[in-house]
T-cell receptor, first 114, second 112 residues
Framework: NAGVTQTPKFQVLKTGQSMTLQCAQD?????MSWYRQDPGMGLRLIHY???????DQGEVPNGYNVSRSTTEDFPLRLLSAAPSQTSVYFC?????????????FGPGTRLTVT | SQQGEEDPQALSIQEGENATMNCSYK?????LQWYRQNSGRGLVHLIL?????REKHSGRLRVTLDTSKKSSSLLITASRAADTASYFC????????????FGKGTKLTVNP
């Protein structure tokens, strides 16, 4: 099993550009989440999904879109990048409810917006 | 909204010593989890403890949970340089268990 994979590992964007961060898992997990990690802030939830076709907002959803057309993939779209979106982004998946089961994290995408 | 808060923010010890990190949270929980993050890497799950459990062990790790004080502690015994990492507690956020809320973490340095 590859587990949770994320691409790209690094990305530099100019303000106003858009892009999609890719996340895939091969563990047949229903639950998937996107977090951002900023220095001294811990992880903050952006969006999450409890299954294909179902997504919902987390703590900091503004400026991001998600979709879940398959169980395996959960891409995160930045609509119009802003310097405030400079961060490290982590995707995670779990077999069942996030509170009751182990989260598997991807290696992260380091994004810089200039 | 921050549910869990770790204490201390940073901890530096010598190899072989024990390391204790604490987590306090605000609202009632069903479960609490601890994760480790090595520098530049994703988080790795360590232990999940349920609200009806008081203590749980995994190798050199011991986690306690005191629901009356809304706090948990993570003890790493006989620490090694490889334990150098940041440690986070995570709890279900308010409004449902689909939202996992992380604290800001304790940065542990184990000096050889």
């Amino acid at each position: 099993n590859a587990g949770v994979t994320q691409t790209p590992k690094f990305q530099v964007l100019k303000t106003g550009q858009s892009m999609t961060l890719q996340c895939a898992q091969d563990m047949n997990h229903e639950y998937m989440s996107w977090y951002r990690q900023d220095p001294g802030m811990g992880l903050r939830l952006i969006h999450y999904s409890v299954g294909a076709g179902i997504t919902d907002q987390g703590e900091v959803p503004n400026g991001y879109n998600v979709s879940r057309s398959t169980t395996e993939d959960f891409p995160l779209r930045l609509l119009s990048a802003a310097p405030s979106q400079t961060s490290v982004y982590f995707c995670a998946s779990s077999y069942s409810s996030v509170g009751a089961s182990e989260q598997y994290f991807g290696p992260g995408t380091r994004l810089t917006v200039t | 909204s921050q549910q869990g808060e770790e204490d201390p923010q940073a901890l530096s010890i010598q190899e072989g010593e024990n390391a204790t990190m604490n987590c306090s949270y605000k609202t009632s929980i069903n479960n609490l989890q601890w994760y480790r993050q090595n520098s530049g890497r994703g988080l790795v799950h360590l232990i999940l403890i349920r609200s009806n459990e008081r203590e749980k062990h995994s190798g050199r790790l011991r986690v306690t949970l005191d629901t009356s004080k809304k706090s948990s502690s993570l003890l790493i015994t006989a620490s090694r340089a490889a334990d150098t990492a940041s440690y986070f507690c995570a709890t279900e956020g308010q409004g449902g268990s689909e939202k996992l809320v992380f604290g800001k973490g304790t940065k542990l340095t184990v000096n050889p």
